[in-house]
Antibody, heavy 122, light 107 residues
């Protein structure tokens, strides 16, 4: 059974940093691109970042470029999102999501984690 | 960026009704349109990918179609478990973008 479990969310002051993690199991992690998608409470979905299976291709939304860094550790089946210079508008549930296709990047997600809430407030 | 305009933002329907949700892309995205269902407090669930392909395990009452840059999700006979919010997403190019969502409520 595919499982994605996010952790690392919490309350942080504006300008500070937070590191999210996603522990993956139930599939061959290093075969798949992975993604972060966020959702402000009661709002819609916003793609944040994607990383290819071998970390060779990484892309970010303009809203987080230069502040967030996506990475993965295929040996540990884990995905990470380092978030620096956090702003009030970054407050959201952050979901990690598995790409649909092995060996490539389709941009659609067949499994999602349960999400971790990041609250940015002084 | 490719804008996805989803309509309606909400609708009320009864069990057994046929429900249609539309998503319009601001430019051609070929068939790179996906639909997700999200229930309250849960993560989204993939229903349809590439405009009309049904994700494994998803009931056949969910039907996706395309006409140019207009995409439609049809629920042929609404079931109690289908009351949720539905999002479209384009995967033609980055930034990957979502529609604003359609909340399907009980009439």
């Amino acid at each position: 059974e595919v499982q994605l479990v996010e952790s690392g969310g919490g309350l942080v002051q504006p300008g500070r940093s937070l590191r999210l993690s996603c522990a993956a199991s139930g599939f061959t992690f290093d075969d798949y691109a992975m993604h972060w998608v966020r959702q402000a409470p009661g709002k819609g979905l916003e793609w944040v970042s994607s990383i290819s299976w071998n970390s060779g291709s990484i892309v970010y939304a303009d809203s987080v470029k230069g502040r967030f860094t996506i990475s993965r550790d295929n040996a540990k089946n884990s995905l990470h999102l380092q978030m620096n210079s956090l702003r009030a508008e970054d407050m959201a549930f952050y979901y990690c999501a598995k790409d649909y296709k092995s060996g490539g990047t389709t941009g659609w997600y067949d499994y999602w984690g349960q999400g971790t809430l990041v609250t940015v407030s002084s | 960026d490719i804008q996805m305009t989803q309509s309606p933002s909400s609708l009320s329907a009864s069990v057994g009704d046929r429900v249609t949700i539309t998503c319009r892309a601001s430019q051609s995205i070929s068939n790179f349109l996906n639909w997700y269902q999200q229930k309250s407090g849960k993560a989204p669930k993939l229903l349809i990918y590439e405009a009309s392909s049904l994700q494994s395990g998803v009931p056949s009452r969910f039907i996706g179609s395309r006409s140019g840059t207009d995409f439609t999700l049809t629920i042929s006979s609404l079931q109690p478990e289908d009351f949720a919010t539905y999002f479209c997403q384009q995967s033609y190019g980055t930034p990957l973008t979502f529609g604003g969502g359609t909340k399907v409520e009980i009439k």
